[in-house]
């Protein structure tokens, strides 16, 4: 299981203020941190960038990349925004990504067929909302897929997101349930080893004690690693739920268990 | 998931000492802090009880029984020791338990059929050599099914034990990836949904810093319990581990999850 670091987000008063003036120092700082920590892949969460999208995110993947050669997961539901990072990135790109909805297909998914690009796929039904059983999400997931085949684009270039939900909606946690068995069936009901990304600061946002939040993402972290999850994208710099995710990698990983891994 | 407590153990000096001296104070005490904890059954590991083991395991049972009415479970490789915490017990017993070990078979099986026990059957080689590979688990369970069965004992009377490796084993941590399986596989194998439970503290065994050992435990068990597990043999006075057995039960209960639980 790799580890994406999910820290370089807009909703980081110090990312969106360096964004404004487009400095590049807290950035590049930030991004240092998750390389030294041990990320695997940065995702560059810019949010929808309606001012000067293009400038912007080249702005972001120029500075992330003169930090680190990782994989970028370009985070935006902006078409715009992220055609300009998939020209600026030299770095291996993801994108974060497409779903059913009717405008991901049309703007986001063909951007991954023009660049070659590694793509995020939401397990979300078409009005963008979180199916709650396990039978919708493996629905939605074939048609997905469908829709994916149809661009033209490879199995290879393909990660599902099953979405982790919070707990504090209703049907979070039946849904979380749901999506172990998901990523569980997932490489066969799709017939090739798909991979699986899954964003484990979902599960513990509102105003819970920080001890608490942390204490449910290392219970469901090994849950979903266990489940065979192939990406984990996690705060790096939260210290138990970086070394919950290593000890998983160590666990899980057929080689012999190693120390020096945890 | 069922939370067991795993702290009544000779290997702890205060327990040997009020042991030999007879002295229900300690044992009532630390009983009494497993309760207070969160425990939902009590083993009590007496050893092998090679003097007096009639005399000491009624004292245990009749000690811990006058603190609670949880199960007990009767944690002895000596049969006489077994028999008489069986007749003493008031509270539910589980024996624990048996193998493929000829004197287990001989001596520990049949008492579960006199005493109506629960007994815990453990996947081990004859020999007592823990099975490595996933397919040798299997085949042990079957076989360990059907002297267990051959014994006149009903299902719902098993508890089956995969045990946990140590991760300082060679071969440790790919032999618990295997048992993540087991657990899955065996209501299907059994035909019936067989209980399991696992000790978890047997993982971090060995001279490793406390808060690594927590960390590895609070890491496997809710593979663990993902996959299924009936019950965790945990230390309950280790905060972090049975927060984290309360988490993997809030999380997996088809129930809505509840914030009361951890």
Redesign the interface.
Known sequence: MLIAADNLRITNRSIQAALDQMDPGPIRELAARCVAAGAQAIDINSGPLSRCPEEKMTFLVETVQSETTLPLILDTSNPKALEAGLITSKNKTIINGFSLEPRKLSGILPLAKKYHSDIIGYLLFPNSQVPVDEADCIQVALELFDAFKKAGLENEQLIIDPVVAP?IW?????H??GI?SVIRLLPELLGFPVRTIAGISNLATGSLPTD?KR??E??????L???GLSMALINVLHK?TL??AR??H???NPG??SWAE?
């Open positions: 707990l209703e049907d979070g946690m039946r979380n349930r172990l608490t204490r449910l290392c219970a469901f972290l090994p849950m690693a266990a489940a138990e070394k919950t000890i998983c160590s666990f899980l012999v268990f945890i």
